[in-house]
């Protein structure tokens, strides 16, 4: 059963328009029902409309996800999960402290997983090949002189959930964390640099699909690159040899959201500690790269895991790929000395 499972999760993996299927996949083991209705197609001159409409479904359903948290429960509910997962205390194999990650547990259940995942997939369903083909012909044509950018970067809409950017072939960086008011970047090409990249209340959603180009992206803050605390987060590199540089629950990893990681090809190298490449904790976390010679590194609870009421999922589709964890914290067993991973395909709580 479970290789079966798995061999129907990799062909989803595969298809070009396979992302939201995985979060409809997640779903099921994580016990959400999702609506079955289809997503409309998208057309070049409606490209924009699309986006924005599509955003603000995400928020919506996010939003409405935590609909029994009040604004300061909220808060303390992304409070907790920081402090129970990074940190001096957060080197063990699930929360810093046991009384308090099992009443966090207990604060994730009262989350609507079905309305969570919901948003998961509409955002994932912008990774289909007709959105990015819409995409790729976008032009811009009002000038951005917001903070936080190197390079010509256009605006092309504002949502309820924020700002759409669209950055040039040339070379940009987006220091996203000086951003917030911007929910997507959409760049075309070029060598770019995305520094940080986190959620908050105030930007609960953000999406970053680069079309080409050798790109890095970095950070040292908890919640990046695909990393979603109390939120959404997507990224998609279609192309090029990136790196991928952070500490904890980045990659492909949702802590009470969801965290969706997707590198089209090239051959990529992914580092990071703690939660890490494909995680989930009261939620999904997804990395998927699909093709060439990948090197991934963490040091616990990388690479495939699944801790309490979550789903975490790595798959690299094709290539020669390594793949490494451990080494970094010590052992928190006296009878086994030695660094433990907790990582490459665990579930955990």
Same mark, same amino acid.
């Given at each position: 059963?479970?290789?079966?499972? *798995?061999?129907?999760?990799?062909?989803?993996?595969?298809?070009?328009?396979?992302?939201?299927?995985?979060? $409809?996949?997640?779903?099921?083991?994580?016990?959400?029902?999702?609506?079955? /209705?289809?997503? @409309?197609?998208?057309?070049?001159?409606?490209?924009?409309?699309?986006?924005?409409?599509?955003?603000?479904?995400?928020?919506?359903? #996010?939003?409405?996800?935590?609909?029994? #948290?009040?604004?300061?429960?909220? /808060?303390?509910?992304?409070?907790?999960?920081? /402090?129970?997962?990074?940190?001096? &205390?957060?080197? *063990?194999?699930?929360?810093?402290?046991?009384? /308090?990650?099992?009443?966090?547990?207990?604060?994730?259940?009262?989350?609507?997983?079905?309305?969570?995942?919901?948003?998961?997939?509409?955002?994932?369903?912008?990774?289909?090949?007709?959105?990015?083909?819409?995409?790729?012909?976008?032009?811009?044509?009002?000038?951005?002189?917001?903070? +936080?950018?190197? $390079?010509?970067?256009?605006?092309?809409?504002?949502?309820?959930?924020?700002?759409?950017?669209?950055?040039?072939? $040339?070379?940009?960086?987006?220091?996203?964390?000086?951003?917030?008011?911007?929910?997507?970047?959409?760049?075309?090409?070029?060598?770019?640099?995305?520094?940080?990249?986190?959620? *908050?209340?105030?930007?609960?959603?953000?999406?970053?699909?680069?079309?080409?180009?050798?790109?890095?992206?970095?950070?040292?803050?908890?919640?990046?690159?695909?990393?979603?605390?109390?939120?959404?987060?997507?990224?998609?590199?279609?192309?090029?040899?990136?790196?991928?540089?952070?500490? &904890?629950?980045?990659?492909?990893?949702?802590?009470?959201?969801? +965290?969706?990681?997707?590198?089209?090809?090239?051959?990529?190298?992914?580092?990071?500690?703690?939660?890490?490449? $494909?995680?989930?904790?009261?939620?999904?976390?997804?990395?998927?790269?699909?093709?060439?010679?990948?090197?991934?590194?963490?040091?616990?609870?990388?690479?495939?895991?699944?801790?309490?009421?979550? #789903?975490?999922?790595?798959?690299?589709?094709?290539?020669?790929?390594?793949?490494?964890?451990?080494?970094?914290? @010590?052992? @928190?067993? &006296?009878?086994? @000395?030695? #660094?433990?991973?907790?990582?490459?395909?665990?579930?955990?709580?």
């Amino acid at each position: 059963e479970v290789d079966a499972w *798995s061999r129907t999760l990799h062909e989803t993996a595969a298809r070009p328009d396979g992302m939201g299927g995985l979060v $409809g996949h997640a779903a099921v083991k994580l016990d959400a029902s999702l609506p079955t /209705e289809p997503v @409309p197609a998208v057309t070049v001159s409606g490209t924009v409309e699309r986006l924005a409409a599509t955003l603000d479904a995400v928020c919506g359903s #996010f939003d409405k996800s935590l609909a029994n #948290f009040s604004k300061r429960e909220r /808060e303390k509910l992304r409070q907790a999960l920081l /402090e129970q997962t990074t940190g001096d &205390d957060a080197n *063990s194999n699930n929360f810093a402290d046991d009384k /308090e990650g099992y009443k966090l547990c207990l604060r994730l259940l009262e989350m609507d997983r079905s309305l969570l995942l919901a948003a998961g997939r509409t955002a994932a369903e912008l990774i289909r090949p007709d959105i990015l083909d819409a995409l790729s012909r976008l032009q811009g044509t009002e000038l951005w002189r917001g903070k +936080g950018v190197t $390079g010509d970067v256009w605006l092309l809409a504002e949502t309820g959930a924020g700002k759409i950017l669209l950055g040039s072939a $040339g070379t940009n960086e987006y220091r996203l964390d000086e951003m917030i008011d911007v929910c997507m970047v959409v760049d075309p090409g070029g060598q770019d640099r995305y520094i940080e990249g986190t959620l *908050s209340a105030k930007r609960p959603v953000l999406v970053i699909m680069d079309l080409a180009g050798d790109d890095l992206y970095r950070g040292t803050k908890a919640g990046i690159q695909g990393g979603a605390i109390c939120g959404v987060s997507l990224l998609a590199d279609l192309a090029g040899n990136d790196v991928y540089q952070a500490d &904890d629950i980045a990659q492909g990893t949702g802590l009470g959201g969801v +965290g969706i990681l997707l590198d089209g090809g090239g051959n990529d190298k992914y580092a990071g500690r703690r939660r890490v490449q $494909g995680h989930g904790t009261g939620g999904a976390g997804i990395l998927v790269d699909r093709g060439g010679n990948d090197a991934y590194r963490g040091a616990v609870l990388a690479q495939g895991v699944g801790g309490p009421i979550g #789903f975490g999922l790595l798959d690299d589709v094709a290539g020669n790929d390594t793949y490494y964890a451990g080494g970094l914290y @010590p052992c @928190p067993y &006296d009878d086994s @000395p030695g #660094f433990p991973g907790w990582s490459q395909g665990a579930g955990i709580g």
